[in-house]
């Protein structure tokens, strides 16, 4: 089965193939482009509000090794996304790696290389790696709260779960591809979306029961959140235009988690208007509550205060508020996890915690 | 809701509160009495064919401050546990380490402490933490196949879920608690079970439909696996009476995976019987593999080399098969891992290496 994301990816993929061959044909010395990954070539794309890649190119030529090999790998790796779309088949970044042992001269010396090549194709074609049925090894984030999911499983048997009634304790697994073709919502019954650093306090949440007191849908992020997830989370947001808190701990790390979620992360820059959900909102753990909860802390280290003080000069932190609350951090030095609510016992956060952050922030 | 083993949990922390208040009533100095968990002290029981703790025990005495405070902290947290059971609740590991915030006196300096009162607990009422609804802070190892489920869910209500057939393409995620009163195995349509080391190769049989074209019931370990997924597998291949295999990476740390699986761990060795399978037989990737499928393969590392070498003196490789490995392992100095296997193919695993070593174990 071809579905339209992944037939335009091969189109697209084609072209770059075509491009070489013309190139060859009219006896050039080929070259594939690319824009610049560097920092200095992110920008905050005031449109959607997301970070985005410039105008900076680099270019590959095959009148170096380097280049040649380069652009080997690309077409061999184009023809084996070829194949896997057309055979249904997906592959995780680390199998692709390895199908290379088979290509001789064109061989990845690392999986680093094969992962770079693969976003490379991203931002040339402007499709995701998912459309080339690339995957991570690892996802498995995952969801509790009344919502319909309808998922084309892997025999293209369409099945309906609902997020709350359908699953066991532990929720629906969201799997690697959430595009329109694999996952549709079919009925949402709820509030507000909270997504959730950790699983200790997703569980918490499930427990008590705060998706069905307070009609929410709960998202575990599992740390950083991998981009199925991000994308779980845009494409839920967006369509059903319901609010989107994220509560994280209280430290540097977790507000950049926040921010990769509302605006973007420079790895994904590229992808950002699909990944990104701009009215994300961030709930807590903030450093006013801290200091107003009386939470149990730890202190800064080194590398907290350096991540705090980078995030001063980010412009995704530059509102007077969030400028406010790192200053704050930075001069009381202490961090706080969003467990550490349990100081005060194990509904605490469900029943005054949550609550008053929430009212606070008009949505109760 | 009050189950059987919190039930008995209860009793015996009672127990041990019981003991304490007895001997302050006859004006002794209180004491604890635990098994010694040195690595001296861990013995293989023949009879069940796993690792136990020995004979030798410590003594906590209230005779001086640290063994005062530490019957203190237990008494809390006993106090603690047997509120969560009266309530129907659970905690993590990390929120009980907050709560001891409200102790006072007792409050744990950190969770390494209150870890390892848990696992004490453990030893003295030879319960498990399950009983005493403290749960980790990740499980979410997945299954997928033709076994169907009964969990009784949060709110109390049993569902039937079948993990073939009512989960998404990322399988049934497995709860903390996997114990008869949290779920039953209402039918087992499959020949074998297979315990799969990493999320990629999980997928990738999952993709090819392992589990429909050989019965299998294929069981995400998800790294060097959590008590939960465990106990998972040993009450599934008690119940069902299925050949049991592992399939993992090819270097001395996932044989470990394997042999916490078949025999137990050292840090559980009192809880041995609950969690260790001994009918497990591993599949692979064996050294052997690596030489006869030519596979792409790393240098050990001398880590690696030293945790081979002190697999030749642990009981539980005490096999000819298995010390021929290590040897051939320590010989050619190399390792590889399961998806190294994609050499040949997305479908090589599956329709050649694990239908000839199957058959080479006499389950096809």
């Given at each position: 089965?071809?579905?339209?994301?992944n037939?335009?990816a091969l189109?697209r993929l084609k072209?770059i193939a075509?491009?070489v061959y013309?190139?060859?044909?009219?006896?050039?010395?080929p070259h594939l482009?690319l824009?610049?990954r560097?920092?200095?070539?992110?920008?905050?794309?005031?449109?959607?509000?997301?970070?985005?890649?410039?105008?900076?190119?680099?270019?590959r030529?095959a009148?170096d090794l380097g280049g040649a090999t380069s652009i080997l790998r690309t077409l061999y790796t184009v023809d084996f996304i070829g194949d896997m779309i057309k055979g249904g088949k997906s592959s995780t970044l680390r199998e692709m790696y390895y199908i290379s042992e088979g290509w001789e001269k064109a061989k990845f010396p690392s999986q680093d290389e094969s992962n770079k090549l693969a976003e490379d194709l991203e931002i040339i074609t402007?499709c995701m790696r998912e459309d080339f049925k690339l995957r991570p090894e690892e996802?498995?984030?995952?969801?509790?709260?009344?919502?319909?999911?309808?998922?084309?499983?892997?025999?293209?048997?369409?099945?309906?779960?609902?997020?709350?009634?359908?699953?066991?304790?532990?929720?629906?697994?969201?799997?690697y591809?959430?595009?329109?073709?694999?996952?549709?919502?079919?009925?949402?019954?709820?509030?507000?979306?909270?997504?959730?650093?950790?699983?200790?306090?997703?569980?918490?949440?499930?427990?008590?029961?705060?998706?069905?007191?307070?009609?929410?849908?709960?998202?575990?992020?599992?740390?950083?959140?991998?981009?199925?997830?991000?994308?779980?989370?845009?494409?839920?947001?967006?369509?059903?235009?319901?609010?989107?808190?994220?509560?994280?701990?209280?430290?540097?790390?977790?507000?950049?988690?926040?921010?990769?979620?509302?605006?973007?992360?420079?790895?994904?820059?590229?992808?950002?208007?699909?990944?990104?959900?701009?009215?994300?909102?961030?709930?807590?753990?903030?450093?006013?509550?801290?200091?107003?909860?009386?939470?149990?802390?730890?202190?800064?280290?080194?590398?907290?205060?350096?991540?705090?003080?980078?995030?001063?000069?980010?412009?995704?932190?530059?509102?007077?508020?969030?400028?406010?609350?790192?200053?704050?951090?930075?001069?009381?030095?202490?961090?706080?996890?969003?467990?550490?609510?349990?100081?005060?016992?194990?509904?605490?956060?469900?029943?005054?915690?949550?609550?008053?952050?929430?009212?606070?922030?008009?949505?109760?």
């Amino acid at each position: 089965m071809v579905y339209k994301g992944n037939k335009v990816a091969l189109d697209r993929l084609k072209e770059i193939a075509e491009s070489v061959y013309g190139q060859l044909e009219r006896s050039e010395v080929p070259h594939l482009e690319l824009s610049s990954r560097t920092k200095s070539n992110i920008i905050l794309d005031t449109d959607h509000d997301v970070w985005k890649y410039g105008e900076d190119k680099i270019k590959r030529s095959a009148k170096d090794l380097g280049g040649a090999t380069s652009i080997l790998r690309t077409l061999y790796t184009v023809d084996f996304i070829g194949d896997m779309i057309k055979g249904g088949k997906s592959s995780t970044l680390r199998e692709m790696y390895y199908i290379s042992e088979g290509w001789e001269k064109a061989k990845f010396p690392s999986q680093d290389e094969s992962n770079k090549l693969a976003e490379d194709l991203e931002i040339i074609t402007t499709c995701m790696r998912e459309d080339f049925k690339l995957r991570p090894e690892e996802d498995g984030a995952r969801v509790m709260g009344d919502i319909t999911i309808e998922e084309t499983n892997r025999k293209g048997e369409k099945k309906r779960i609902n997020c709350k009634d359908d699953v066991g304790d532990s929720g629906y697994g969201i799997p690697y591809n959430v595009e329109k073709e694999k996952i549709r919502f079919k009925g949402i019954n709820a509030k507000m979306i909270i997504a959730i650093e950790t699983g200790g306090m997703f569980d918490r949440l499930v427990e008590n029961g705060f998706d069905e007191t307070h009609s929410a849908v709960l998202v575990h992020l599992k740390g950083q959140p991998a981009r199925s997830t991000r994308r779980f989370i845009k494409r839920l947001a967006e369509q059903s235009g319901l609010p989107l808190v994220i509560f994280t701990d209280g430290d540097p790390w977790s507000y950049r988690i926040y921010a990769s979620v509302a605006y973007g992360a420079i790895k994904t820059a590229h992808i950002s208007e699909y990944l990104a959900t701009p009215q994300a909102q961030f709930l807590g753990i903030t450093p006013s509550d801290i200091v107003n909860y009386e939470l149990p802390s730890d202190d800064l280290t080194d590398q907290d205060k350096n991540a705090l003080k980078s995030e001063l000069s980010d412009p995704r932190f530059s509102s007077d508020q969030w400028r406010s609350e790192i200053k704050l951090q930075l001069k009381m030095k202490r961090k706080s996890e969003q467990q550490a609510l349990a100081k005060y016992g194990l509904d605490y956060v469900t029943d005054t915690y949550l609550p008053e952050k929430l009212t606070e922030m008009g949505l109760l």
